[in-house]
T-cell receptor, first 108, second 113 residues
């Protein structure tokens, strides 16, 4: 089965700083999803990447999928307290499997 | 507004009791899913349904049961056979199976004592 490894497991940054979260797969990624979760709530879809080298942006969040389609990164520019939460990557091959998540704290 | 609802938000049960978690969607999605989330862990798939009247076991189905009698509804029963039922349960749906964005409900936190 597909295994996804996220790093770091947790991240604490000062407001205004940039940050990157990585998601590495043991197999080729045919569909890579990024979700955000507030503690104790459901997941909110951020972006989906399918093609090698693909990059998508939404507001201050940019996600990339590498050419080999085994690694994705999520980059937040000029972080704000509203960015705090758990970020999960998910991969869809035969079914959607998730990484363990990255807990992001943004200090004002 | 379309979406997925889960109820209740918090649920408390005594050990040995079965409990049913509700999941309803009005997105006209064919596929529905149940996940379990434990602290510090990602989501693990319990059961999924690709279409009405059909469902399949996920990675951790033991101690759980589901039904899919209506397209909109996919209730999950946590039975007394589930050894560690205390967890956060998330329901999701998608237009089709596998390669489609999944929409998630707000979750139900189940505590069994």
């Amino acid at each position: 089965s597909q295994e996804l490894e996220q790093s770091p497991q947790s991240l604490i940054v000062q407001e205004g700083k940039n940050l990157t979260i990585n998601c590495t797969s043991s197999k080729t990624l045919y569909g890579l999803y990024w979700y955000k979760q507030k503690y104790g709530e459901g997941l909110i879809f951020l972006m989906m990447l399918q093609k090698g080298g693909e990059e998508k942006s939404h507001e201050k969040i940019t996600a990339k999928l590498d050419e080999k389609k085994q690694q994705s990164s999520l980059h937040i520019t000029a972080s704000q307290p509203s960015h705090a939460g758990i970020y999960l990557c998910g991969a869809s091959n035969d079914r959607l499997t998730f990484g363990e998540g990255t807990q992001l704290t943004v200090n004002p | 507004d379309g979406g997925i609802t889960q109820s209740p938000k918090y649920l408390f049960r005594k050990e040995g009791q079965n409990v049913t978690l509700s999941c309803e969607q009005n997105l006209n999605h064919d596929a529905m899913y149940w996940y379990r989330q434990d602290p510090g862990q990602g989501l693990r798939l319990i059961y999924y349904s690709q279409i009405v009247n059909d469902f399949q076991k996920g990675d951790i189905a033991e101690g759980y049961s589901v039904s899919r009698e209506k397209k909109e509804s996919f209730p999950l029963t946590v039975t007394s056979a589930q050894k560690n039922p205390t967890a956060f349960y998330l329901c999701a749906s998608s237009i089709g199976w596998s390669s489609y964005e999944q929409y998630f409900g707000p979750g139900t936190r189940l505590t069994v004592t």
